[in-house]
């Protein structure tokens, strides 16, 4: 089960989430636990090997190899999701395999800060086992949170399906726009944030929403871009935009 909730971004615009529930967070995890115990099992191999190549008992061992191993154990539990998530913008290789991303309220990108105290609260939501308070968490919060995501202000959302990477579709091939556009260094990465979050959600809008959002945000972006062409639709100059990046880096 998932929920959508609709998310206010800095720059004023509305922008609804699909919301992960039970099932697609409980596979992306048993992916996640998976790669841990194949990793950890590695670990526990090459302990074998350092023992076995000095020739000790597994008793005579020296402490360092113990110490070594268990301090290589317990990195692997608990920052395997905070290195992830951190590295990888809010997703493990579980949540990208089923399509899921955490972000921060407001639909901020996940930060280091974020995504270690998420994760050092795993613990809780796994009491008293089989991470029961965080599952009951998910089921009755209304926005499908556990206590991590509650004391760190995060969402795991769903991503919508698309036939291009970046989860939009141009419409058409990937050639140079009908006008010259200038000017493109310009633009942040929260300028392009904005304009893919809009190009991967504007099919689920009403058409009236559709066009108010697209010309809000169009009007943002010609602030940067003044030699944009005013005929463009706020939508086809966002389109444009993304079209000819693509174009440039051989996408």
Not at 82 to 101: D, S, Y
Not at 149 to 157: K, M, N, R, Y
Request: hydrophobic letters at 50%; one cysteine or more; a neutral charge.
């Amino acid at each position: 089960m998932s929920r959508h909730i609709t998310i206010t971004t800095p720059e004023g615009v509305a922008i609804e989430y699909n919301v992960a529930g039970v099932g697609t967070r409980f596979l992306a995890l048993l992916v996640d636990t998976l790669l841990q115990a194949f990793i950890m099992l590695l670990l526990v191999l090459g302990f074998v090997a350092v023992v076995s190549i000095g020739s000790y008992a597994w008793s005579e061992a020296p402490w360092w190899a113990y110490a070594g191993l268990l301090l290589s154990l317990f990195l692997v539990f608990e920052g395997y999701f905070v290195a992830f998530e951190a590295l990888w913008n809010g997703q493990t290789p579980g949540k990208r395999a089923v399509g899921l991303r955490v972000v921060r309220e407001g639909g901020f990108p996940l930060d280091f800060r974020g995504a270690v105290i998420r994760n050092l609260l795993r613990i809780v939501d796994f009491l008293p086992s089989g991470y029961l308070v965080g599952v009951c968490m998910i089921l009755f919060h209304a926005e499908s949170r556990r206590v991590g995501d509650i004391a760190a202000g995060t969402l795991v959302i769903r991503e919508r399906e698309a036939g291009t990477q970046a989860g939009y579709s141009f419409g058409g091939d990937v050639a140079a726009p009908a006008a010259p556009l200038i000017g493109l260094d310009s633009l942040t990465p929260q300028h392009y944030e904005v304009m893919e979050t809009f190009l991967r959600r504007r099919h689920e809008m009403a058409p009236s929403l559709r066009h108010q959002m697209s010309e809000q945000i169009g009007w943002q972006i010609r602030g940067a871009l003044p030699d944009a062409p005013r005929e463009w639709s706020g939508e086809r100059l966002m389109e444009e935009i993304l079209r000819e990046r693509a174009r440039r880096i051989g996408l």
